[in-house]
């Protein structure tokens, strides 16, 4: 996985920064219930998302696995932040409201795991609130998306399909869909050329014959420091039942029987 400890003090001028955060926050927020008043934000690395959230008037605690994350996370939100893996929460059952867990289910192999505990903490009628198909988001039919179309990608561990399938196992009912813009993170094709040289993409190693070509390629393209479309990410929620009469049906895995 990524070294978030390592990439801590860039993350947010490299990911939209504010603009970002304000939309995926406004977007998190329209599928919190008006009721709620506690917010557990998994894997909330700089914070910058959840601050919003504590000014939006909730009792927010930020978690997060990453040290370096955190320590940006806590300048924001002091005393509201946790060290914890989003796999093994330390709190007890019905302890939130709302949780939300943002571009943190496409890094897991098993991503489950999240989904299982945001529904034993989360109360009853509560909601749970993720970010679903993210590396789909990127692709916006670009001449940048033309060009790396032949990279090898991995299954996405976030379709929406399958999240929707962990819900459903863990008695979580359809409750939402929103979505919203990235800001700054529109592919220019000088750029993405370098992010490919040095492994952003991690199975385009770097100095590998595919990579190298990529790489060329990218760099013939026209308007080189011209940033493309912007991705348009998107936003599932579950709400966990109030009575055990609401409890759904398990839904199976996509492909199974």
Known sequence: MFDYDEEAERYDDSRGGEPRAAAAAAAVLGLVPAGAATLLDVACGTGIVTRRFAAAGLGVTGADAACGMLR?????????????????????D????????????????DAERVVAEAARVLRPGGVFVTTVDKAASHDV???????????????????????????????????????????????APARTAADVRRGWYTLLPPGAPLTE????????????????????????????????QERPRATPAPGGP
């Open 141 to 187: 039919g670009s001449d940048v998306d033309a060009v790396l179309a032949p990279r090898p990608r991995r299954a996405a561990r976030d379709g929406s399909g399958l999240v929707a399938s962990y819900a459903g196992r863990h008695a979580l009912l359809p409750a939402g869909r929103s979505g919203f813009r990235g800001r700054g993170q529109g592919r």
């Open 213 to 244: 070509r990529l790489a060329a390629r990218l760099e013939q393209l026209p308007d080189q420091h011209v940033p493309r479309a912007e991705p348009e990410f998107a936003l599932r929620a579950f709400r966990k039942p109030e009575r055990p």
């Open 72 to 92: 940006r996370a806590a300048g924001r939100l002091p005393g509201r932040v946790v060290l914890a893996d989003g796999r093994r929460l330390p709190f007890p």
């Open 94 to 109: 019905a302890s939130f409201d709302a949780v939300t867990a943002i571009w943190l289910l496409h890094l897991l192999d």
